[in-house]
């Protein structure tokens, strides 16, 4: 049986082999166990939890993995066959097919998850993931959202399946340690097998903001863009987005994370897009801005002219040893006579600038297996394997003005590689992209 209909090929057994030695380094004497993600009762597409797949890339729910500090020894906990779904879904990973699943995993062992607790070390540490487990466009941003809206609702007060976790371990084993701060600690340095996948998906990302870049022109809706991204996405093998869409025009900008997406285009508008796909359960990130017409208006040539200049000296600077506070003080320090050589319309657009450049932090969050990635880097040097969003922004708060322009890039042995570098950044290049696709002809669901 080929292992391509249900199990992923983007990583090999060796990968995950690799990642789960790094893992007894790290624990000690202790034991690890992975929590995957259940059934959802929808009749959506499976998404395993990013910690989960990290350490065996087994995409079935209700899975467990165990991992012994002290031996080495990896174990494998898994549903028994359903015959029903597999007749009627087709087949997946389960423990009565032990052999295949543990060459397809390159665990050591699979047993039935009815034997998790018998094996569970009782006496000894074992560490659990206690930070909100990541499910499908999930990150620690959104999930520590989700949880303050929780407390705040009277008669939802249920306990964290991670919280019962630790509980339940707490009683059958002693003492607790959390894993999180450790994978998260190895989750942000990329292995070059997580770059090739992170390069996957920053060409798609590149390709969909294009492809919507062509079909823009006045009367399109923000959502029609945002399907033009995500049928690039799927026609590419992703699972689809990995978060929800920003496509925002006119004053939608100014919220930046904007997600209604259902304003008509005008001529004279200008369009952000921020959107990147799900591949293999890793992602990407970007960030750029269009005129609707064909031409941007003055104020916008202007002012993300120099954020994207800005944004291309940072990438000239980054470096593996550099420090990120270094980076953005040589940075300004070229860019600033660029400024005073500009006639900027307003005095407001050069406060900005200047703003930008004294006080903005380009160097945003961390990108990986979630958009917004768990560990920060920003107050160490950087290092090969280190991707990040690099996204200097602008605010012209009288005006209601937003400019950004935002790309992943990973820190590479002589350099920086920028993932979704095939998205133009050139003004000129772009306008002469914008409708060159033709029209968009689909059903106006609005009216």
Known sequence: MEAGPYFQTAFSPSEFQRRRRRLCD????????????????????????????????????????????RSGQS????????????????????ADDAEIARRLTGVDDIKPIAALPQDLPHGRRVFVCQAAAEGRQACQDTLRYAAKRLQQDPLRGAISAEAELCERIGAAC?????????????????????????RRAGALTAEALKYAIRLTQP?????????????????????????RPIVASADNIWNMHYYRNNRRLEAGDVVLMDYAPDV????SDIGRMWPVAGAYPTAYRDLYGFVVDYHCVL???????????AICRRAAERMRPVASRIRWQKESHAAAVENMLANGRPFTHPVGMAVHDGEPY?????????VFALDPQ???????????????????????????????HALDEVERLVGTGGALELLDVQQ
């Open 26 to 69: 790290a624990i000690g004497e202790g034991t690890a166990l992975l929590q995957g993600a259940p059934e959802t009762g929808a009749f959506s597409l499976f998404r395993q939890y990013n910690d989960f797949f990290y350490f065996c890339g087994v995409e079935t729910s209700h899975a467990y993995l165990l991992v012994d500090g």
């Open 75 to 94: 174990t494998l906990y898994l549903l028994p066959r359903d015959e029903r779904a597999s007749q009627s879904d087709g087949p997946e990973l389960n």
């Open 174 to 198: 002693g003492e607790v340690g959390d894993l999180s701060p450790i994978v998260a600690e190895m989750r942000a340095l990329k292995s070059e097998a997580e770059l090739q996948v992170m």
């Open 219 to 243: 009367g399109v809706y923000e959502y029609q863009l945002a399907a033009a991204a995500e049928f690039v996405f799927l026609a590419g093998g992703a699972m689809g987005g990995a978060y």
């Open 280 to 283: 293999a359960c890793y992602t």
């Open 315 to 325: 990438l000239e600077l980054i470096r593996p040893g550099e420090s990120i506070d």
């Open 378 to 386: 920003l107050a160490r040097a950087l290092e090969p394997g280190v």
């Open 394 to 424: 602008l605010w012209v708060p009288e005006e209601r003005l937003y400019v950004r322009v935002e790309d992943a890039v990973a820190v590479v042995a002589d350099g920086v590689e920028n993932l979704t570098a095939a998205a133009p």
